[in-house]
Structure formats: structure tokens, C-alpha cells
């Protein structure tokens, strides 16, 4: 399985983003699709997530600004980010649980990560 994450970019604070995180390979279950972001000299930390069922988790700071959503026939998240600030300035890493066959166990994947900077 491999995440292929896209969408981002510099974007001036107050301005949005809207990311993409594509999975492809042997898929019967994407259970949750999560995106991490780590900002420089700052440890890894869960921004979204959100479940096959469609229940969702944000941090606390991005709350109201961010919003997670999935397209399960494209085995594809998103990350819609509004009102964006320079410190929302990170690599962005999309993360999913994936169960690759009905009888096949859950594994983590990650993508390689996307730059976002966010201009004062």
C-alpha cells in the first residue's frame, strides 16, 4: 500500500489549502485516514482524523479552520484548511489503517509528506 500525499504549498495567512492523500495497492479497508504535521524543531502531532464511518477527531488548534473528509470509492482523504496561520507551517503527513484483505490483518501506512508554509 503507499499514500501519496499533494496539496501543498505557500499560501499568505488567512488563505486556504486543500490536501490530498491518494492510497493505491492491495485495499479491502481503509479504517481510519489521519493527518500529522511537524513543524521544525517540534515533535509529530495528529492535526485530523477521521474513521470509515465518518466520524472525525481535530486538534484543538484547527478546530473550526480544518476539516477532514474521505472519498472511500477513491481511496482518497482530503484536508480542507481555511484561515490558515503561520504557525499551521509544517510538513503534513497523511497516515491510514488499512486492512489489505477481508481475512488480512490491520498495518499502518504513511506518505511522504507535503510542505505547508503559511506567509505572516
Known amino acids: 500500500v503507499q499514500l501519496q500525499a499533494s496539496g501543498g504549498g505557500l499560501v499568505q495567512a488567512g488563505g486556504s489549502l486543500r490536501l490530498s492523500c491518494a492510497a493505491s495497492?492491495?485495499?479491502?479497508?481503509?479504517?481510519?485516514m489521519a493527518w500529522y504535521r511537524q513543524a521544525p524543531g517540534k515533535q509529530r502531532e495528529l492535526v485530523a482524523d477521521?474513521?470509515?464511518?465518518?466520524?472525525?477527531k481535530y486538534a484543538d488548534s484547527v478546530k473550526g479552520r480544518f476539516t477532514i473528509s474521505r472519498d472511500n470509492a477513491k481511496n482518497t482523504g482530503y484536508l480542507q484548511m481555511n484561515s490558515l496561520k503561520p504557525e499551521d507551517t509544517a510538513v503534513y503527513y497523511c497516515?491510514?489503517?488499512?486492512?489489505?484483505?477481508?481475512?488480512?490483518?490491520?498495518?499502518?501506512?504513511w506518505g511522504q509528506g507535503t510542505l505547508v508554509t503559511v506567509s505572516s
Open positions: 497516515n491510514a489503517d488499512v486492512t489489505r484483505s477481508a481475512w488480512g490483518s490491520r498495518s499502518d501506512y
Open positions: 495497492g492491495s485495499i479491502f479497508n481503509i479504517n481510519r
Open positions: 477521521i474513521t470509515s464511518g465518518g466520524s472525525t
